[in-house]
C-alpha cells in the first residue's frame, strides 16, 4: 500500500492556523494592537478602510524590530515571549502564540516597517500570501507600522462570509474598546474612510469611560476596589439606572487581559440582586488580577476564555466585592459579610416610607403582598365578558376577521400582558407587545416604501452625542429615518439634531425611543436584513408597548382593529405568535 500521509505545505498551514485566529477585521485589529502593547507603545494609531476590508493599518511608537526580527515575526510559532514549556503558565503579555502575523499574512497582502530606536534606517518587507516579494532598508519612524490590505482576498469563501461594513466595523470598534479600555495610559487615535473616530488622550481609567461611553456616564460610575493575599479586583461598576436590556456593555478584564465568562459574569450581575429586573444587565469595567500561575490562558486560539485553578473561591470573591461597593454607595444594603443577609432592612435602605412599619420584610416580599392586591382589586372591578353568546362558530383563522367583527363583547386585559376578546366560536388571547409589534412593522414598512411618514415639530429641536460607533451607525440610516417621519440633521463631531419626530412618538422621548431603536438595529445587523427591513424590525420592537403596561380599553380595542387589518396579524416580525384562538370546544373538553 502507498504511503498517503505527508506534510502540508507551508501556505495551507498557515491558512488553516488563519482559521482559527483571524475571523474578521476586528481579528487583525485585535492580533496587531497587542502587539503593539507588547512593543511597549505609548501612541498607537488605527486607519481603516471599508471596515477593514480594504485597509487594516496601526501604527505605534514602540521599541520596533530588527532587520532579523521582522523577518522572523512571519514565521509560524516565532515569538520572544516563550522559551520553555513553563513559561505558558506564567504569561504576562498579551500576545503569546506567534502564530498572528503568520496567518495575517497568508491571507492578505501585508506591508511592515520598523525600526529600534538604536538604528538610523529600518526595515521594510512585503508578503502577499506568505510569499515575500520585498525586504529592503527604509526610511521610517521609530516604532511599527504593518498594513493589511485586501484582506481574504485568496480566500473568496471565507470573504464572503463578511458581514455589511456596518456589522464589520462595529466588531473592530467593540474590538478596540476591549483593549483602551484596559489600557488609559496608551493615546489611541482611530480613523475610518478619512473621518476620525476616537481621539484618546493618555488618562485614568475613569476618563477613558467617560471617553469612549459619553459624558452622562461619569455620574453613573461607581468604584471598585478590593484586594486579597491572592487576588484584587479593580474598576467601575454602574449604578443600576445604567442597566440597559442589550448586553454588551460588560467588560471583564483578567491581568489587563479581556476574558468572556458566564460564570463569573453571574457572580456580578448577581451581586445586584433585587436592583435590577431580570430582563437588564449592568455596565461594568472591572480588571481581576490574579497569579499567572493560577490561570491557564491557552486554552482557545482567541484567548477570551481561560481557566481558573480556584474558580468558586474566585466567584465569591468577585460577588463581595461587588456587593461591597453597590452597599458603600447605598445603592444596596450594607452586606454583613460572615451571614449575607440580603433582605435585611432594605425596605429603609431603598428609601421607603409608607407609614407602616415592615421590619423583617424585603423588598420582595413588599411588592408581591403589593402586587395581590392590585390584582385583587383589578378583578372586582373588571368588566363582564359575558354580555353575549354566540352559538355559532367561526373554525379557521379567515374567519377571524368577521367573528371580531361582529361581537360586542369588551375586551379585558390579563397579567398586563395579554389581551383576551370574545369571539363567536370561543376567544382570542393576544400578546400585546407582539400584536403591536405587528401592527408598527407593516406600518413603517408602508412608509419607508411610500417616504410618506407624518412629522410632529419639537418645540426645541434636541442635540444628541453618541459614541463613534453608534453615530456611524445612525447616520447611515438618515435618509430612511427621515422617510418615517424623523427630521435629522447631522451636526458633526458625533452628534445629531432632532427637529422632528413621527407623529405617533410622544414628543419627550426622542432620545430614548432613538437609544431604544439602535440597541435593537444592532441585535439585527448580524442578519443582514438591508436598512430598510432592519430599520423596520427595529423600530416596531423598540416603539411597541411593552408587557405590564396596563391597557384601556380603548387602547385595547385598537390593538385588536389593526392587529387584524395586517397582512399577516398571526406572529410579529420575529415570526412570534401574536395570536391564539381558543374554540369553545376545546374549552369543554377540559372540563371533562
Not at 74 to 94: C, W, Y
Not at 149 to 170: G, I, M, Q, Y
Not at 314 to 337: C, E, Q, T, W
Request: include cysteine.
Amino acid at each position: 500500500m502507498a504511503d498517503i500521509i505527508q506534510l502540508l505545505p507551508e501556505s495551507i498551514a498557515n491558512q488553516i492556523a488563519a482559521g482559527e485566529v483571524i475571523q474578521r477585521p476586528a481579528s487583525v485589529i485585535k492580533e496587531l494592537l497587542e502587539n503593539s502593547i507588547d512593543a511597549g507603545s505609548t501612541e498607537i494609531e488605527i486607519i481603516l478602510k471599508d471596515s477593514g476590508k480594504s485597509l487594516i493599518q496601526i501604527v505605534d511608537n514602540g521599541k520596533g524590530m530588527s532587520e532579523t526580527d521582522a523577518r522572523m515575526s512571519f514565521e509560524r510559532h516565532a515569538t520572544s515571549k516563550i522559551r520553555v514549556a513553563a513559561d505558558l503558565f506564567k504569561i504576562n503579555t498579551m500576545g503569546f502564540r506567534g502564530e498572528a502575523l503568520a496567518s495575517i499574512a497568508s491571507i492578505a497582502h501585508v506591508e511592515l516597517k520598523t525600526r529600534t530606536e538604536d538604528k538610523d534606517v529600518g526595515t521594510r518587507i512585503v508578503i502577499n500570501g506568505s510569499a515575500v516579494q520585498t525586504q529592503e532598508i527604509c526610511q521610517t519612524p521609530k516604532g511599527t507600522s504593518i498594513s493589511v490590505k485586501n484582506l481574504f482576498f485568496n480566500v473568496p469563501a471565507r470573504r464572503n462570509f463578511l458581514k455589511t461594513d456596518a456589522t464589520e466595523l462595529s466588531k473592530i470598534l467593540e474590538e478596540f474598546k476591549r483593549i483602551a479600555l484596559i489600557k488609559p495610559e496608551i493615546f489611541f487615535k482611530v480613523h475610518h474612510n478619512g473621518v476620525e473616530l476616537y481621539y484618546l488622550p493618555s488618562s485614568n481609567i475613569r476618563q477613558r469611560v467617560v471617553s469612549i461611553f459619553g459624558k452622562k456616564y461619569n455620574e453613573k460610575l461607581l468604584p471598585v476596589q478590593e484586594e486579597t493575599d491572592a487576588f484584587s479586583v479593580q474598576g467601575f461598576v454602574g449604578q443600576a439606572d445604567a442597566a440597559k436590556k442589550s448586553r454588551g456593555e460588560q467588560y471583564l478584564f483578567v491581568n489587563e487581559r479581556f476574558i468572556k465568562s458566564n460564570y463569573l459574569n453571574h457572580a456580578i450581575r448577581l451581586a445586584y440582586g433585587d436592583l435590577l429586573t431580570k430582563d437588564v444587565h449592568p455596565f461594568y469595567v472591572l480588571n481581576l488580577n490574579i497569579e499567572p500561575s493560577q490561570i491557564d490562558i491557552n486554552v482557545h486560539p482567541t484567548k477570551h476564555e481561560i481557566k481558573f485553578q480556584e474558580e468558586r473561591i474566585v466567584y465569591n470573591f468577585l460577588n463581595v466585592a461587588i456587593k461591597h461597593a453597590l452597599g458603600k454607595y447605598s445603592l444596596r444594603p450594607m452586606i454583613d459579610f460572615e451571614s449575607e443577609r440580603e433582605f435585611e432592612n432594605v425596605h429603609s435602605s431603598m428609601g421607603v416610607s409608607s407609614g407602616m412599619d415592615y421590619p423583617k420584610a424585603g423588598r420582595k416580599e413588599i411588592d408581591k403582598w403589593s402586587s395581590l392586591y392590585e390584582e385583587i382589586k383589578e378583578n372586582q372591578m373588571s368588566p363582564s365578558t359575558d354580555d353575549k353568546v354566540y352559538t355559532s362558530a367561526a373554525t379557521d383563522e379567515g374567519s377571524l376577521h368577521n367573528s371580531l367583527d361582529k361581537i360586542r363583547s369588551k375586551p379585558f386585559q390579563i397579567h398586563n400582558k395579554y389581551i383576551v376578546h370574545q369571539i363567536k366560536s370561543g376567544f382570542v388571547l393576544i400578546h400585546q407587545c407582539y400584536a403591536h409589534e405587528r401592527i408598527l412593522y407593516e406600518q413603517y414598512n408602508n412608509q419607508l416604501s411610500e417616504g410618506q411618514g407624518n412629522s410632529q415639530k419639537l418645540l426645541f429641536p434636541i442635540t444628541i452625542n453618541y459614541t463613534p460607533e453608534r453615530y456611524t451607525l445612525l447616520v447611515n440610516m438618515v435618509d430612511e429615518l427621515n422617510h418615517l417621519g424623523y427630521e435629522i440633521e447631522n451636526f458633526g463631531d458625533n452628534s445629531i439634531i432632532v427637529h422632528a419626530t413621527p407623529a405617533e412618538l410622544e414628543e419627550d422621548s426622542a432620545e430614548d425611543t432613538l437609544e431604544r431603536f439602535l440597541n435593537a438595529y444592532q441585535e439585527n445587523i448580524e442578519f443582514q436584513l438591508g436598512v430598510a427591513e432592519n430599520l423596520a424590525r427595529s423600530l416596531a420592537k423598540s416603539t411597541a408597548i411593552k408587557k405590564g403596561r396596563r391597557m384601556t380599553e380603548e387602547e385595547m380595542q385598537t390593538i385588536i382593529d389593526k392587529l387584524f387589518a395586517c397582512k399577516n396579524p398571526y406572529v410579529n416580525p420575529d415570526g412570534k405568535k401574536s395570536v391564539i384562538t381558543y374554540e369553545i370546544s376545546e374549552i369543554e373538553n377540559l372540563f371533562k
